[in-house]
């Protein structure tokens, strides 16, 4: 559970977009590092769903390019700006209040055409470049 600032999610959305281009452009390199956090990164009863700031956090930790650094930088310290507070339960110590849908397994994938679905009415995947980044990883299972 968290409360959000929501007058700063342009920002972070600004940021995010930056960084999964960044992403995007070092995936061919990097694939499995990336896919490695993704599978260490909080999720939550449904494994498609991550706390995006435990996946950034972690990319940054691993140090898998220097290229990204700065994006990965600035989206954390937007989500820090955005969050007002956070609660968790001991079953997710990595929580930090904001999730987004990043499957990693290809039997998932399909739950991902449900969040593109216009008349659903989720903007997000359509007007940042998250949906090509999900794309680009490919859920390539090692």
């Known amino acids: 559970m968290s409360a ?3 007058d700063g999610i342009e920002t972070v959305v600004e940021n995010l977009d930056e960084m999964c281009r960044n992403l995007c452009s070092i995936l061919c390199d990097h694939y499995y590092d990336i896919y490695s956090i993704r599978t260490r990164a ?3 009863y449904f494994r498609w769903i991550v706390d ?4 950034i956090y972690r990319c ?3 140090n898998i390019d220097p290229s990204t650094e700065n994006s990965l930088r ?10 007002v507070a956070e609660a968790h339960g001991s079953e ?6 904001l ?4 499957p990693y397994m290809r039997m998932d994938c399909e739950k991902y055409e449900f969040y593109m679905d216009t008349s659903y009415g989720l903007d997000f995947s359509l007007n940042t470049f998250w949906d090509n980044f999900l794309r680009c990883f490919d859920y390539k299972e090692p």
């Open 92 to 97: 997710y110590l990595n929580a930090h209040g």
């Open 42 to 44: 909080q999720s939550f």
């Open 74 to 83: 600035k989206t954390l310290e937007s989500l820090e700006d955005v969050i």
């Open 4 to 6: 959000i600032q929501t």
């Open 99 to 102: 999730t987004i849908h990043f």
């Open 52 to 55: 995006i700031y435990d996946f």
């Open 60 to 62: 940054l930790q691993n």
